[in-house]
């Protein structure tokens, strides 16, 4: 790895409790990640995403647009989606919402697509989940197109064609970052790599490193493809506190709320405290002191050869001033390191 790492934040906008329990309007929700957004770029994080929900513990529905309000109030921070979910969205009008964010900020926006992972948006915009795969195919090219071509001609099932279309406002010469966000499916890697797009990789539980053989294969897919490569980044969840074992306890219960609720939807066995820390210690969250989740992610990055490494910082009602204290402690504490342990690494190699 020759290149700097670039080290972001996401959210959902999860709903968070009050101290007396009661749930914060999402109203509040939405400013509060305003400001959340507004302290990452203060200290330094690379970027910001949003991600779209379309349920009651959630606050985020529209993206793009609490994007641009914190594109008035930042200066240097990448802005974008995690994910935007374009299986039940307009491509077009998606790319226009993109265009206008990204004149707003001064090239700063990016695009993170994907199917989501959630089915609501489905029936609310009117869409089949008996045509997942084709909504989805169908779309990112239509929206890969757009990106790299001024007039576009484009011709499906699930819209309506486009001759020779213009579509405005214009990205300008500097494009527009575009990123897929991929749970670990081959047939997914080789899309993005097809589409000559970047690879956004969501590991949500388990060893990291069982997602390399998807980065192998991304490399193998661009080789016979002949296509340029692109920056790889990875999407996990976790939380930074001043110990350890402040982080874990803090995180917990909000774990268990969210993980619980859920897992009662789909159908999984209970969340346990034993599996938490199972996950915590081995697996994909990364929660701990600076240093823990400092060692932690260099060490993904090195396994995985990535140049990118997002973490969800909110997960489940967690108030929000413990989320500012984690944000603080990544910009100012964690990036730091991070970049430090991988130069040291490069010079000893």
């Not at 790319?95 to 993170?112: M, V």
Request: hydrophobic residues 40%.
């Amino acid at each position: 790895m020759t290149q700097t790492v670039s080290l972001g934040l996401d959210t959902f906008g999860d709903v968070s409790r009050r101290p007396d329990g009661s749930h914060t309007p999402m109203d509040q929700v939405l400013r509060d990640v305003v400001d959340q957004a507004v302290l990452a770029d203060q200290v330094g994080i690379d970027f910001i995403g949003l991600g779209e929900h379309h349920r009651d513990d959630f606050a985020i529905s529209a993206p793009e647009i609490v994007l641009a309000t914190i594109a008035g109030r930042t200066s240097r921070i990448h802005l974008g989606t995690a994910v935007t979910v374009l299986s039940s969205d307009d491509p077009v009008r998606a790319f226009q919402r993109f265009s206008t964010l990204n004149a707003l900020s001064n090239g700063r926006a990016e695009a993170i697509m994907g199917r989501g992972s959630f089915s609501e948006s489905y029936a609310l915009f009117g869409y089949d989940m008996q045509d997942y795969d084709q909504l989805f195919e169908e779309k990112l090219d239509l929206f890969a197109r757009l990106v790299r071509e001024k007039k576009v001609s484009w011709q499906g099932q699930t819209r309506a064609p486009l001759r020779n279309q213009v579509v405005y406002p214009p990205l300008g010469p500097q494009g527009l970052t575009t990123w897929v966000g991929v749970g670990g499916s081959p047939e997914s890697v080789v899309r993005v790599v097809r589409q000559d797009l970047q690879l956004m990789l969501a590991i949500i539980g388990g060893d990291p490193r069982r997602f390399l053989p998807y980065v192998d294969l991304y490399h193998r897919a661009v080789d016979q493809l002949g296509q340029k490569v692109r920056p790889i980044g990875v999407h996990s969840p976790g939380f930074v506190a001043e110990t350890d074992e402040a982080a874990r306890e803090a995180l917990w219960p909000h774990y268990r709320d969210m993980f619980g609720r859920i897992g009662r939807e789909r159908g999984w066995p209970p969340v346990t405290k034993d599996r938490y820390l199972a996950e915590v210690e081995q697996g994909s969250l990364y929660v701990g002191s600076v240093e823990t989740v400092a060692r932690k992610i260099a060490s993904t990055v090195k396994a995985l050869k990535i140049q990118r490494f997002d973490m969800k910082y909110a997960t489940g009602p967690q108030p929000h001033g413990d989320l500012m204290d984690c944000i603080r402690l990544y910009g100012e504490k964690v990036i730091p390191m991070v970049r430090d342990i991988l130069a040291t690494d490069r010079a000893a190699a």
